[in-house]
């Protein structure tokens, strides 16, 4: 794990990751910090059994099953959580005061590459503009020709790929735009990005373009639940989330139900450009 840590760091696109969420969320924040690879040789064996007893637990535990399962599975099942220890209370983490930064760059001697991260600090997903934002989102950056992916990919020839997506945990959420660029075209690029923006916050978006974008949200939710495997992972996130799987459907009819001036609204309530938060990592020099 140091090792593959330490070749990992190399790369322009996980330091501009590690220092997008610093700079989110910062240093110190249980979703912002970053370990050194020093931490891997002072780990030892009680450090990693103290972990486990103290996380470990039936109080931070929950169980999905899904597909055929009979009576006879579902005892077994039964009898081998019932095993898990109990301490008698949930462990608790403690969510410091979040600490932005809008504006970041990290020297990268040598690379050829500027990789981008761009977003800003959101909500979760029970907050109600969750959705919504998912779709402008997708409008912006999440599918193949997306806008970002037409301006960026196709017309400049910048990148190989740009997406953006809104990122949810337990806490909160965030929206995050990811590409890499050639470190000569960095300042253009980051320009054109803005644009895109900037236009989504000006212009409503037509109903053709937002219906296309709706049938594909609904064909990925509806290929993520084909099978007892997604049907388990989205299930464990509607518990996590405090929803049961009502929700699946309301997401469904919230996505259905955006308008092109609910983008345009949403656009210039969470996308003003001074409240957007750019991580740069490449050669500057």
């Not at 996380?55 to 899904?66: F, L, M, P």
């Not at 504006?103 to 977003?119: L, T, Y």
């Not at 409008?139 to 806008?147: D, I, Q």
């Not at 978006?205 to 993520?224: C, D, F, P, T, Y």
């Amino acid at each position: 794990r140091r090792q593959q840590l330490s070749i990992e760091r190399r790369k322009v696109e996980t330091i501009a990751r590690e220092n997008f969420a610093h700079a989110i969320f910062g240093a110190t924040h249980p979703y912002g910090i970053s370990y050194s690879e020093e931490e891997y040789d002072s780990l030892c064996r009680e450090h990693i059994e103290e972990h486990y007893r103290r996380r470990y637990t039936a109080e931070n535990c929950i169980v999905v099953c899904s597909g055929a399962i009979s009576e006879e599975v579902l005892q077994r099942i039964v009898t081998i959580t019932e095993q898990i220890p109990s301490i008698g209370t949930a462990d608790t983490i403690h969510f410091p005061a979040f600490d932005t930064q809008h504006n970041v760059r990290v020297q990268h001697d040598g690379a050829v590459q500027s990789s981008i991260r761009m977003g800003r600090l959101l909500f979760d997903r029970t907050h109600e503009d969750f959705v919504p934002m998912q779709v402008l989102s997708t409008v912006l950056g999440g599918y193949f020709g997306s806008r970002l992916m037409q301006h960026l990919r196709e017309r400049s020839g910048f990148t190989y790929g740009v997406f953006s997506a809104m990122v949810n945990f337990q806490q909160t959420g965030y929206l995050a735009i990811a590409t890499q660029v050639g470190r000569e075209v960095t300042d253009e690029a980051l320009q054109q990005i803005a644009c895109e923006i900037e236009q989504l916050r000006e212009e409503p978006i037509s109903e053709q373009e937002l219906s296309l974008v709706k049938n594909i949200m609904a064909g990925e939710m509806m290929r993520i639940l084909d099978g007892p495997f997604g049907i388990a992972d989205v299930t464990t996130e509607n518990i996590l989330c405090g929803f049961d799987n009502s929700q699946i459907e309301e997401n469904l009819r919230r996505i259905r139900n955006t308008t092109p001036d609910d983008i345009l609204s949403l656009a210039q309530r969470y996308l003003a450009p001074e409240e957007l938060v750019t991580v740069v990592a490449g050669d500057f020099s």
